[in-house]
């Protein structure tokens, strides 16, 4: 649905907006789901690029037509985080095998995204060397003595990666987080409005939104291929390592539940993608 200045007040399209932005306030935090990818569905992620890339510019021609999909999105993602840190915390590997699950399933969507203005051996190489990066990154770190504890700095980082998610369609901040141990603090943190994880966040969030949206909207016009192929590298290799292979072997039971969820995860999301391949992009 597109955003237009010209048309007329209507407590329908209003709701609907909210709506909208509720459900890219949740595609935000929920793992698999990314929000930037819902904002281009819904037809404003355009103009909420032109904005944060020229705030004070676009203040008055933007605001206005966005300010429902900002309020509607802050609903959504303040009104899930308590809900995900309990569940991740009762039942941490059924639901990070729906959380998989959910990234699975999305995955020939982002397929389809990223190949949206062709392909070329350069793709195929960007996806790769994005994907072994990741996956030697976080190797390095499951395997090394370093022990991630949240404090301020690794608040920051969140933030830089919750605004990612927004600027760049396809990346799921959840991705990174959730193999770092950091995502269930950080979404914990958020739930209970505490200042030690909001400050920080919000500062990290801040800097990334001021110093990269241009850049990487300008990436994503000269380079869209590399840069989506990339973005798909490590979504892929970061959702092999949160696999919670360890709890398929605890049981018969206990594997086939994640195995449930794991199902549950791609029909949910494979029903996600057929509702977006309805909706009329901008």
């Known amino acids: 649905m597109n955003v237009q200045n010209n048309r ?29 990818v819902l904002s281009v569905v ?5 103009p909420l690029m032109e904005l944060l890339a020229n705030p004070f510019g676009r203040l008055k021609t933007h605001v206005p037509r966005l300010l429902p999909y900002i ?7 303040m009104g899930v985080a308590n809900l995900l840190a309990f569940v991740l915390e009762k039942y941490p590997a059924p ?23 062709g392909r070329s051996k350069g793709s195929y190489y960007s996806l790769t060397m994005a994907m072994a990066l990741v996956f030697a990154l976080l190797i390095w770190l499951n395997t090394s003595s370093i022990v991630i504890t949240p404090n301020f700095i690794w608040y920051l980082f969140c933030g830089f990666c919750l605004a990612l998610s927004v600027i760049a369609p396809g990346m799921s901040f959840s991705t990174l987080l959730m193999p770092l141990g950091l995502y269930t603090p950080f979404v914990d943190g958020i739930g209970h409005l505490s200042m030690k994880v909001l400050i920080p966040a919000g500062i990290g969030g801040l800097v990334t939104i001021i110093c990269l949206s241009r850049a990487v909207n300008m990436l994503f016009d000269k380079y869209y291929s590399f840069a989506f192929h ?28 994640n195995v449930f969820f794991l199902a549950t995860g791609i029909f949910a999301a494979t029903v996600l993608d057929q509702f977006n391949s309805k909706v009329e992009v901008a």
Do not use: N
């Open 230 to 257: 990339a973005i798909l590298g490590i979504v892929i290799a970061a959702t092999v390592m949160i696999i919670p292979f360890e709890s398929f072997t605890v049981s018969l039971t206990s594997a086939l539940i």
């Open 8 to 36: 007329r007040f209507s407590p329908g399209r209003l709701l609907l907006q909210l709506l909208q932005g509720a459900l890219i306030g949740l595609g935000s935090v929920l793992p698999g789901i990314s929000g930037g």
């Open 42 to 46: 819904f037809g404003i992620y355009k």
């Open 71 to 77: 309020a509607g999105a802050a609903i959504g993602f």
């Open 95 to 117: 639901s990070v095998c729906l959380f998989v699950g959910l990234i699975a399933g999305m995955l020939p969507s982002l397929w389809r995204e990223a190949g949206g203005q």
